[in-house]
């Protein structure tokens, strides 16, 4: 995970054992709480196992509903005309622009060129490689990886 994300990575879920169980008396504990932490985002399947206490077979290992949860980073980031210490920007709060960097014209003028965009409520651009283009000419076929397109100074 690169420098500048955080993860959301608290869930906290309430078990009915009742639910899970086929004894029909009424079990011991009503409900219990477990909250997991995850360390990565991405998606994941949450399950928990425990003992369920049966008066005819004893022990019984019995299971929670399953749960399915995507753990989304957090993009933080300090702007140096805010006088904040940070900001932070869930991934479903972000606001993106394309823009295909060829037509911007040289980088001198792109600061007028885009003005307009971070104006119209987008707080993100994705810009087109800016690297010297392949045969095809697509934006996304390079030349040379290593090189900036003469184009754009």
């Known amino acids: 995970?690169?420098?500048?994300?955080s993860l959301s990575t608290e869930y906290l879920e309430r078990v009915n054992p009742a639910s899970s169980s086929s004894d029909a008396k009424t079990p011991m504990v009503t409900y219990f709480e477990y909250r997991v932490s995850f360390e990565e985002s991405g998606s994941f399947f949450?399950?928990?196992e425990y003992s369920s206490q049966d008066s005819a077979t004893g022990n019984q290992v019995a299971y929670s509903?399953?749960?399915y949860l995507n753990v989304e980073p957090i993009l933080s980031f300090k702007r140096d005309d805010v006088h904040l210490d940070s900001q932070q920007i869930h991934c479903k709060e972000l606001s993106i622009?394309?823009?295909l960097s060829r037509c911007l014209g040289s980088v001198d003028r792109w600061v007028d060129v885009l003005k307009p965009v971070s104006e119209q409520g987008y707080n993100a651009i994705h810009y087109t490689p800016i690297q010297q283009y392949g045969q095809s000419l697509s934006h996304y076929s390079l030349a040379d990886q290593t090189k900036i397109d003469e184009h754009f100074f």
């Open 1 to 5: 995970m690169g420098e500048g994300w």
């Open 46 to 48: 949450v399950q928990i």
């Open 65 to 67: 509903k399953p749960s």
């Open 97 to 99: 622009m394309s823009v």
